[in-house]
Structures are given as structure tokens and as C-alpha cells.
């Protein structure tokens, strides 16, 4: 199996192909066929390559924003502001941001839903 190739079993082919140009090789050979020197710089290539962000694709691509408002200003157990009582803050406006697969829309539920029981209380406390 070409190197390009065994290697796209588990990146994209054509970083696989980019990996394995980088060390110094075509891709024509077999990974079988290579030193073992070879095979060790192809693993340390893998586990220590640093890609540093360059760019973004601006706001306009942006899936999650981290919204500007620290944690510490608000009581995490009624999402209630400590500078403005009577104001809760949920969900991306606070400085929260997760990684992609839910973890930003579940932030968003629960902390909703811790504000929205305080403020039932609050309403049902009042009447
Ligand atoms: C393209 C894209 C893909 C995403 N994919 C994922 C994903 O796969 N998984 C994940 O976990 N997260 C994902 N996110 C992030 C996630 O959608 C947000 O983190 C989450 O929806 C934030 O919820 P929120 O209620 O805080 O804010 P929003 O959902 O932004 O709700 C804010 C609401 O306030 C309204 N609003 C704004 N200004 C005013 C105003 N002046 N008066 C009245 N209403 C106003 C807006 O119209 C909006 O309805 C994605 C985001 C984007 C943009």
C-alpha cells in the first residue's frame, strides 16, 4: 500500500498526500518500504505537526462567538447578573464557547433553563 494511501485511512487523502510530500517522498513507495528512520519522522510528523491559525473566515462564518460577558459577573445558580439585579444572561452572550457537536446548544438550554426556574420563583415567590 502506497504511504498516501495507508496514511488516508485515517486523514483526508489529500493531507495524507501533503504529509507524506513534506517528508521528502512521492508517495509512490510502500510504507513497508520505508526505513525505519522514515517511519519515525512520518509519526513524529503526525503527533507534532503545528498548524498555526493564520485567518479566520471572519464573523460571518462564525458558529460560536464566546459573547463578551465574564462568568464571574453572573451567579451561576440564577444566571442573574451581580452588576445588574433583575437582569439574566444565558446562552452565547456569556464567555462561554465549546467545541463543535452540541456542546454550545446544550450550554444554551441549561443555562436557560437555570434562569428561567429562577425567574419562576421569583414570580411565584411575588404573587
Ligand atoms: C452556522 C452555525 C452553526 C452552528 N452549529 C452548532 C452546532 O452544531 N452545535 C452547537 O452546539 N452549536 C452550534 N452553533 C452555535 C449555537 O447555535 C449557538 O451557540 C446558540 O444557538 C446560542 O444560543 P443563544 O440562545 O445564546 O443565542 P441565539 O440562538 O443567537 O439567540 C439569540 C436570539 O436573540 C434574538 N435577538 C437578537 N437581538 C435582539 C433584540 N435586540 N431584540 C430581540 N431579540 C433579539 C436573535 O434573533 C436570536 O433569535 C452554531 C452556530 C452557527 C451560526
Known amino acids: 500500500l502506497r504511504a498516501a494511501s495507508a496514511l488516508s485511512a485515517w486523514l483526508p487523502a489529500s493531507l495524507a498526500e501533503a504529509v507524506v510530500r513534506r517528508l521528502g517522498d512521492e508517495g509512490d513507495a510502500p510504507l513497508s518500504a520505508w526505513p525505519r528512520e ?43 447578573s451581580r452588576l445588574c439585579p433583575g437582569l439574566h444572561l444565558v446562552g452565547e452572550i456569556l464567555d462561554v464557547d465549546g467545541r463543535l457537536g452540541g456542546f454550545n446548544f446544550q450550554w ?9 426556574r429562577a425567574l419562576a420563583g421569583d414570580v411565584r415567590g411575588a404573587s
Do not use: C, H, N
Open 38 to 80: 522514515q517511519r519515525r519522522r512520518l509519526a513524529r510528523a503526525l503527533d507534532d505537526w503545528k498548524l498555526p491559525v493564520e485567518d479566520s473566515r471572519g464573523y460571518g462564518f462564525a458558529e460560536v462567538t464566546a459573547g463578551g460577558v465574564p462568568l464571574t459577573e453572573i451567579d451561576p445558580g440564577t444566571m442573574e
Open 108 to 116: 444554551s438550554w441549561s443555562s436557560g433553563f437555570v434562569a428561567a
